[in-house]
């Protein structure tokens, strides 16, 4: 008698069994790929330009609040010399030697019937001979804003802001003010033009640093 071990042939209904488990793994494999693929083709999908947050440089003039989009030119000047202009109009400061380039600046303070203010913070916007300066009141900050915190533009009472203000943003419990930094010298340079009244705040003393 043959002492080998007997190994009986597998029946039909167990050879289902393991077929039916090997098209059960192989079912959930090609899900799990097809899960990662959708994943991996989502994330590829390109976002939206306006849905993605866009960085601005934000600043403050009196109780307003203004920014620029941080894709223009700015520097930020502090205690920079201004030289006065007689009989300039109300909102233009001055010129400022940059870098050999006489730069206007201008002022909102009046138009805003704000007090100006004493230090001198010129935020300039531009390059070269399309430069111009504003003088704020603090250091400008940054600021990471998304379209969804754009607001629609309510009218201005103003007719200064009406001319300058693009777009109006809320964040931070604030109220931002969008201007376009690539049209402010033409902006700048048209209130200028509308404006006949002398600036009072360089002729009213002449120990001022501002030039």
Same mark, same amino acid.
């Given at each position: 008698?043959?002492?080998?071990?007997?190994?009986?042939?597998?029946?039909?209904?167990?050879?289902?069994?393991?077929?039916?488990?090997?098209?059960?793994? +192989?079912?959930?494999?090609?899900?799990? !790929?097809?899960?990662?693929?959708?994943?991996?083709?989502?994330?590829?999908?390109?976002?939206?330009?306006?849905?993605?947050?866009?960085?601005?440089?934000?600043?403050?003039?009196?109780?307003? !609040?203004?920014?620029?989009?941080?894709?223009?030119?700015?520097?930020?000047?502090?205690?920079?010399?201004?030289?006065?202009?007689?009989?300039?109009?109300?909102?233009?400061?001055?010129?400022?030697?940059?870098?050999?380039?006489?730069?206007?600046?201008?002022?909102? !303070?009046?138009?805003?019937?704000?007090?100006?203010?004493?230090?001198?913070?010129?935020?300039?916007?531009?390059?070269?001979?399309?430069?111009?300066?504003?003088?704020?009141?603090?250091?400008?900050?940054?600021?990471?804003?998304?379209?969804?915190?754009?607001?629609?533009a309510s009218k201005e009472e103003n007719p200064v802001l009406q001319q300058l203000v693009a777009f109006h943003y809320f964040s931070g419990q604030q109220h931002w003010l969008k201007l376009n930094g690539v049209e402010l010298g033409t902006q700048f340079? +048209?209130?200028?033009?509308? *404006?006949?009244?002398? !600036?009072?705040?360089?002729?009213?003393?002449?120990?001022? +640093?501002? *030039?």
């Amino acid at each position: 008698m043959n002492n080998d071990a007997i190994v009986a042939a597998p029946s039909s209904t167990a050879l289902t069994q393991v077929t039916l488990e090997k098209n059960l793994i +192989a079912a959930l494999t090609r899900l799990q !790929h097809t899960a990662f693929d959708k994943e991996l083709l989502v994330s590829r999908v390109p976002v939206a330009p306006d849905a993605k947050p866009e960085t601005f440089f934000g600043f403050s003039i009196g109780t307003y !609040h203004f920014m620029v989009a941080a894709s223009c030119f700015c520097e930020v000047f502090v205690d920079t010399a201004i030289a006065s202009i007689p009989n300039a109009p109300s909102c233009l400061v001055g010129l400022s030697n940059v870098r050999g380039v006489l730069m206007p600046i201008y002022q909102l !303070h009046s138009a805003l019937d704000l007090e100006l203010p004493k230090k001198l913070i010129i935020f300039a916007v531009g390059k070269g001979e399309s430069a111009v300066g504003i003088l704020i009141d603090s250091l400008p900050i940054s600021l990471l804003l998304s379209s969804s915190q754009r607001q629609a533009a309510s009218k201005e009472e103003n007719p200064v802001l009406q001319q300058l203000v693009a777009f109006h943003y809320f964040s931070g419990q604030q109220h931002w003010l969008k201007l376009n930094g690539v049209e402010l010298g033409t902006q700048f340079l +048209a209130l200028a033009n509308q *404006s006949h009244k002398p !600036h009072a705040y360089l002729s009213a003393s002449s120990e001022l +640093a501002y *030039s």
